[in-house]
């Protein structure tokens, strides 16, 4: 688990945490960005676009544990950003029922957590970042992965973790938007 050196939750002065953490939850507005897919990832934001954690699971309670660990740091005070994928030409249909079944499992449990949930598409994160066309989807990913390095220099980013911390970016940046423009930015899913 990678986590921000100045985060202050798990602090070993355990009434300076406390101190602490209401200060930082109760001033700030987390975002949360979702890779989706069994091996998916996720990456918390804090209100200065700093990255408090940053995690990849493997399975539904690995992911129900961070996303816990994600409520826990930021008091409730989360905006989660999740992929809205769809099927692939060249996927088989097994493949196809299990990705969306992991993509209805996430959305579900977001929900049921009563965190603010907003799909947005690859499209829509992506265009953003001006990346030039690859040849491959492993280019692709190698340059997403490059360019979360070059926002967040000071984590090291996995396939897995590297579209995560950028969707959160974009969704940072949307809260951003939203907080000074209120009429703009995603319908929130409820």
Known sequence: M?????????????????????????????????????????CLLNSNNDIVLLEAWSTESAFVE???????????????????????????????????????????????LKVSLNLVLPKEWQTPLRLKKAATKTIHKNLLKDCATRFYPK?????????????ARHGFLNNQLRRYTPNRGYPSIR
């Not at 300076?16 to 998916?40: A, E, K, Y």
């Open 155 to 167: 984590y090291k980013f996995t396939l897995k973790t590297c579209d995560a911390a950028l969707i």
């Open 66 to 112: 961070h996303l816990d660990e994600c409520i826990e740091i930021s008091g409730g005070n989360l905006t989660a950003y999740v992929e809205k994928v769809a099927s692939m030409p060249a996927q088989g249909v097994v493949s196809v029922f299990t990705f969306g079944e992991n993509f209805g499992f996430l959305k579900g449990a977001i929900r049921g």
């Open 2 to 42: 990678q986590k921000s050196p100045s985060h202050t939750y798990h602090n070993s002065n355990h009434n300076n945490q406390n101190n602490r953490n209401q200060i930082m939850t109760s001033q700030c507005q987390f975002t949360l960005g979702i890779d989706p897919g069994v091996n998916g990832g996720m």
